[in-house]
């Protein structure tokens, strides 16, 4: 039923649009959102209008649901930021000399205090918005001297995202997180548990 998978697909993007306010990388959540509801039911296999509808009306939904937070944004910040001023937070705390040199962790995110010093130094009374531009700035930096940190980053933490490093990462930072070490240790296998059953959904006709 098209109105069904419709309404199914307007779903889809409402729920990504709220985990990326949530949380910002969950933007790219629509990404596969969008390529399985349109190879769904063999729509892969024309561009016509029907097969295009439910996987736009999935980006429509995204896009309505982030437009009352980019105006706030805008009001607060005084220029476009259409989801979240977190992006050079997180980039910082990667692409650093102390975070891809570590012996324990390497490519492992860390708090980007120094970054955060410099930038406050250099530029008394920025904003939340402006702060963020400018850790973007000394990442983008650092990636372009260093652009093999990039795979490095990719390859270190497809380890630790599967725990097969040695050092299981979620039990040494249990403590600090505020969690119990034995749900740590749980989430990894339910992230396994999850990969298996993906696997089984995708193979499934």
């Known amino acids: 039923d098209s109105r069904r998978a419709l309404r199914w697909a307007v779903a889809a993007g409402v729920l ?13 959540m629509i990404v596969p959102v969008v390529l399985l509801i349109w190879i769904d039911r063999g729509r892969w296999r024309a561009l016509s209008k ?53 012996s324990h962790f390497p490519s ?17 009374g920025s904003n939340e918005a402006q702060v963020d531009t400018q850790l973007e700035h000394q990442a983008l930096h650092y990636f372009r001297h260093k652009p093999l940190s990039l795979l490095d980053t990719v390859y270190w933490n497809s380890l630790r995202l599967l725990n097969l490093t040695g050092t299981p990462v979620e039990r040494v930072f249990a403590g600090g997180e505020g969690y119990p070490i034995w749900l740590a240790e749980l989430s990894v296998y339910a992230m396994w548990g999850m990969l298996v059953v993906l696997g089984f959904g995708l193979t499934a006709r």
Not at 16 to 26: I, Y
Not at 108 to 114: D, S
Not at 118 to 123: G, M, N, W
């Open 16 to 28: 990504t649009g709220l985990s990326a306010l949530a949380r910002g990388n969950g933007l790219l």
């Open 50 to 102: 029907p097969a295009l509808r439910a996987p736009l009306a999935a980006i429509a939904a995204l896009v309505v649901v982030l437009i009352p937070w980019t105006v706030r944004n805008y009001v607060k910040f005084h220029e476009l930021v259409p989801v979240t001023t977190e992006t050079g937070y997180v980039l910082a705390g990667t692409y650093n000399a102390s975070a891809q040199d570590d």
């Open 108 to 124: 492992l995110w860390q708090p980007p205090i120094p970054a955060l010093r410099a930038v406050f130094t250099a530029y008394p």
